[in-house]
């Protein structure tokens, strides 16, 4: 079965940061995207970044570019979220996700089908 394993997240105050790391669980499997997404209480789910495993491209939310990174070994389908001066808006469980094919958008969680088991971030003011 495949499955993402998260770690990292935690409690930082505002303009901290921290890293999330996405593993696959056993063997590796292909990709075509991998896809952090957040979601904050009583919010929707919400795209936060991705890398496609083909190219390596990197698409960022507006809320996060230029203080979120991602990095990570591609053919491993490892994956982590660098992020840098955080702020109170950015509390949510973040949960990692991937899809093999391309059907559907990078950022449209209904079409991914591997996920992580979310990882609490709390940014405190």
């Known amino acids: 079965q495949k499955q993402l394993v998260q770690s990292g997240g935690g409690l930082v105050q505002a303009g901290g940061s921290l890293t999330l790391s996405c593993v696959p669980s056993?063997?590796?499997?292909?990709?075509?995207?991998m896809t952090w997404f957040r979601q904050a209480p009583g919010k929707e789910r919400e795209f936060v970044a991705c890398r496609f495993s083909n190219t390596g491209r990197t698409i960022y939310a507006d809320s996060v570019q230029g203080r979120f990174t991602i990095s990570g070994n591609i053919p491993e389908n490892t994956m982590s979220l660098q992020m840098s001066s955080l702020n109170p808006e950015d509390t949510a469980v973040y949960y990692c996700?991937?899809?093999?094919?391309?059907?559907?958008?990078?950022?449209?969680?209904?079409?991914?089908?591997?996920w992580g088991q979310g990882t609490q971030v709390t940014v405190s003011s």
């Open positions: 056993g063997r590796t499997f292909s990709t075509y995207v």
């Open positions: 996700a991937s899809k093999a094919d391309y059907h559907g958008a990078y950022d449209d969680g209904e079409s991914f089908d591997v």
